[in-house]
């Protein structure tokens, strides 16, 4: 632990763990609920069905088979994202995504979204279809809209289902993940990619320096349970529903 904690290494790892999946949380959590709300105000079943099972399907992909279709999409040559880029703004050559300190964290956001949105409105759908339909039609013999009903109907009947998964992401928040870290980082971006996951692996098995990642992955896991607790106190003195 001594090693570690004096290591200049590992805190830029700690560092890009907590920036990578607080950047999740912040645009990553909502974007089921949102979706869940659209499909949830869709009028035709069989155009409510097509469109979610299109949007469950990166979650089956793996890591290594979506890593393949997103390096090929951002290719600098001829990649479909470049091809528009350079025919719209003209230039010759195209932006090197991956291998750029800028936008590396902005694809990172956007390909997990891509990947878990779909599969996250399963549970934002579940809960929604337990609200009792008496409750729309009231709403709506009191004058509400459409908007209206989402804000006074169907988020407080979501509630409890948000305020678990919050607390379940919060602590999660040392899990940035592997396998895209691995499979898109590169040397030209280590220092925003690496996280913690990478580093245990690399020093453990690469290195085998085995009670160096051992130390490492026990601070996460610590990182990880003071966090959970954290948030269900928190949620817990705000009176609202908790994990624990």
Not at 147 to 164: A, E, N
Not at 184 to 203: H, K, P, Q, W
Not at 219 to 236: C, D, Q, Y
Request: charged letters at 15%.
């Amino acid at each position: 632990f001594e090693r570690l904690f004096s290591s200049p290494f590992f805190y830029r790892v700690f560092r890009n763990t907590l920036v990578l999946n607080i950047l999740n949380l912040i645009f990553g959590f909502p974007a089921p609920i949102i979706l869940a709300l659209m499909l949830n105000e869709m009028h035709s079943t069989t155009y409510k069905r097509i469109t979610q099972s299109i949007m469950y399907i990166p979650h089956f992909f793996s890591w290594v088979v979506l890593g393949g279709i997103v390096l090929g999409i951002l290719s600098p040559s001829h990649g479909i994202i470049n091809t528009i880029y350079k025919a719209i703004s003209g230039a010759e050559e195209g932006i090197y995504f991956i291998a750029s300190e800028k936008w590396w964290r902005p694809v990172f956001i956007i390909v997990n979204i891509w990947k878990e949105v779909g599969w996250g409105t399963i549970i934002y759908i579940s809960a929604m279809t337990s609200i009792d339909p008496c409750l729309y039609e009231a709403a709506s013999i009191d004058g509400a809209g459409r908007f209206q009903r989402i804000l006074h109907v169907t988020l407080p009947g979501i509630k409890s289902t948000f305020m678990i998964l919050l607390i379940m992401n919060i602590g999660h928040l040392m899990e940035a993940g592997f396998e895209m870290q691995y499979l898109m980082g590169n040397s030209l971006v280590e220092n925003y990619s690496e996280t913690i996951d990478v580093f245990v692996m690399r020093y453990g098995i690469s290195k085998q320096k085995y009670n160096y990642a051992t130390a490492a992955g026990m601070f996460k896991s610590v990182v990880a349970i003071i966090l959970l607790f954290g948030a269900n106190a928190i949620a817990k003195a705000l009176d609202e529903d908790t994990l624990i």
